[in-house]
T-cell receptor, first 111, second 114 residues
Framework: LAKTTQPISMDSYEGQEVNITCSHNNIATNDYITWYQQFPSQGPRFIIQGYKTKVTNEVASLFIPADRKSSTLSLPRVSLSDTAVYYCLVVEDTGRRALTFGSGTRLQVQP | ETGVTQTPRHLVMGMTNKKSLKCEQHLGHNAMYWYKQSAKKPLELMFVYSLEERVENNSVPSRFSPECPNSSHLFLHLHTLQPEDSALYLC?????????????FGQGTRLTVV
């Protein structure tokens, strides 16, 4: 089970780009990198998933270097509503495990 | 709206009460999960059901009893709880019972044990 390390908290201002980096040094060949977002008193919500290079969707971009030992979630032009906890998870493609969450990164967006 | 509905949203119960949390998914998923989130702590996986069969039980005390009568419904029966069981209880579902498949979470039930 690949362990992830991400900052406990980050602060930003509206309109800025936010990059949250996650390290996962012992990621395995069958592992994918997945990010979830959780607002207070709600369940987590899937944001993005990738294996290598770059993935982009309407919410965020995910950058994964060639060695895959880290990944960066990029949120373009954040707003107050992006204030949430962001979880980086390394997930195994072939296993039968359920999602296991760490402490995540608490992002606070200021006006 | 995630397609996973939990009721009730809030519940206050005494330590001698018996109550049940309900979860319903309209996504046609085969796997359902219960998670517990205490204040300032990460989500803790409690139970995993795949095609109505319990496939994982993460050392959860017996005062929590899950039930999955069909692939769309999941219950968590509660009895003789302790104040430290107060938490946000989250239900989730996914197409397959593995972590790489996107999971959809309900809004949760905020439980307070008094």
């Amino acid at each position: 089970l690949a362990k992830t390390t991400q900052p406990i908290s980050m602060d930003s201002y509206e309109g800025q780009e936010v990059n949250i980096t996650c390290s996962h040094n012992n990621i395995a060949t069958n592992d994918y990198i997945t990010w979830y977002q959780q607002f207070p008193s709600q369940g987590p919500r899937f944001i993005i998933q990738g294996y290598k290079t770059k993935v982009t969707n309407e919410v965020a971009s995910l950058f994964i270097p060639a060695d895959r030992k880290s990944s960066t979630l990029s949120l373009p032009r954040v707003s107050l509503s992006d204030t949430a906890v962001y979880y980086c998870l390394v997930v195994e493609d072939t296993g039968r495990r359920a999602l296991t969450f760490g402490s995540g990164t608490r992002l606070q967006v200021q006006p | 709206e995630t397609g996973v509905t939990q009721t009730p949203r809030h519940l206050v119960m005494g330590m001698t009460n018996k109550k049940s949390l309900k979860c319903e998914q309209h996504l046609g998923h085969n796997a359902m999960y219960w998670y517990k989130q205490s204040a300032k702590k990460p989500l803790e996986l409690m139970f995993v059901y795949s095609l109505e069969e319990r496939v994982e039980n993460n050392s959860v005390p017996s005062r929590f009893s899950p039930e999955c009568p069909n692939s769309s419904h999941l219950f968590l029966h509660l009895h003789t709880l302790q104040p430290e069981d107060s938490a946000l209880y989250l239900c989730a579902s996914s197409q397959f019972p593995n972590e790489v498949t996107e999971a959809f979470f309900g809004q949760g039930t905020r439980l307070t044990v008094v």
